[in-house]
């Protein structure tokens, strides 16, 4: 056999170097109780085919992990930081105040808008002001003062709108929240009787506002025609309201008498979701686009609000992702129910919960294809 004295040398201080060379170990000092979650937990995080979320394609090829640095945008004529509002929901209550402000604080720690409850006891006194009174713990951000349809009517019928200007400066807010709730209030034991259509008191309202005007429902939603009417009107926002969140004419039918509730709860079981309502907006946009290529009239119809609060059943932030991404005007997602139930502790509870919705949403932007 030939020996090549040359290469033997070479490759006796090879293998000497890598005797002396130490064996790679993993610094995580977690590895070990990792692994062994891994395996005790094995047989409880499978997750079957009818359990998947199908309103998605996941593609883990084409991005990184988000970053930490957030991309501001502009809604209501604000800077926002995050495409999330929290939507209205009390006042005049023990609970209110810290509610109120923990919502505040939260908003103007993490760049978001919010909606305050209805402000209707402030149209007569000041006693409930601290309850509403969050403008100095939220910055510039979107605030908006909330009225319910049967307060405007009155105060436009007595000529009385000049209140509205008085509560929106009295709160700093940057404009008013109109809403909508016919079922409501029929349902209701002590609720008004409109006399006009809300659409009447709505189109009186704005030939006069000099405020921003977001029109909302409470909790079922809008059919595609009162949508319709809405988007043709210079509104700063529509905030959907849908049903699956809290059904407020189902709350206060659980307020009436026994007969009551087994005669009209059919009618708290009438709206809309939020899906359905992006497909309405999309369809009334597609008809209306396509009649101005056409260059066909669209019956005095036109989209002159261009901005939707998507609320109503929206429980996280992929339900939020999802919906925004869907329909084609410029949108955020609104919640309460989840603000509400983490703005009763402590702030920094809120805090968490507010993070953990972020968050999601950016891993979600970059992992997440709507289908």
Request: glycine share 6%; aromatic share 10%.
């Amino acid at each position: 056999m030939l020996v090549y004295p040359q290469v033997i040398p070479k490759k006796k201080k090879l293998l000497e170097k890598l005797s002396n060379t130490s064996s790679y170990t993993d610094s995580d000092a977690t590895a070990a109780s990792r692994k062994k979650d891994h395996i005790e937990l094995a047989f409880e995080t499978q997750v079957f085919k009818n359990q998947l979320d199908n309103r998605f394609y996941y593609e883990p090829l084409l991005a990184a992990h988000p970053k930490k640095e957030t991309e501001s945008f502009e809604f209501l004529g604000k800077q926002m930081n995050a495409p999330l509002w929290v939507s209205s929901m009390t006042g005049g209550t023990e609970w209110a105040k810290i509610i109120n402000q923990n919502l505040a604080k939260v908003c103007g720690e993490y760049k978001l808008g919010m909606g305050l409850g209805s402000c209707r006891a402030l149209l007569t006194d000041d006693d409930c002001l601290p309850d509403f009174d969050v403008r100095k713990f939220m910055g510039d951000q979107p605030l908006y003062a909330n009225l319910g349809i049967a307060q405007l009517e009155k105060l436009i019928e007595t000529k009385q709108t000049k209140k509205i200007d008085e509560l929106l400066k009295k709160l700093q807010a940057d404009g008013l929240i109109i809403h909508i709730n016919p079922l409501q209030e029929w349902l209701q034991p002590e609720g008004d009787r409109f006399k006009k259509s809300p659409l009447e008191t709505i189109k009186e309202l704005l030939q006069t506002a000099t405020y921003p005007i977001i029109v909302k429902e409470v909790g079922q939603g809008f059919g595609k025609q009162s949508l319709e009417e809405l988007l043709n009107l210079p509104l700063a926002a529509i905030d959907f309201a849908a049903s699956g969140g809290t059904n407020f004419a189902l709350l206060e039918l659980k307020r009436s008498d026994a007969l009551s509730q087994s005669l009209f709860e059919p009618l708290a079981h009438i709206g809309h979701s939020a899906e359905e309502m992006v497909n309405f907006c999309n369809e009334i946009k597609m008809d209306y686009d396509n009649n101005l290529k056409n260059k066909v009239k669209y019956t005095n119809k036109t989209i002159n609000c261009n901005q939707i609060i998507i609320s109503g059943g929206v429980k996280t932030f992929l339900d939020g992702y999802y919906l925004t991404e869907k329909i084609n005007f410029d949108a955020i997602y609104g919640q309460a129910s989840g603000f509400l139930k983490h703005a009763r502790g402590t702030y920094e509870e809120l805090q968490a919960y507010t993070e953990g919705q972020l968050n999601g949403l950016k891993v979600a932007k970059q992992f997440l294809k709507v289908r």
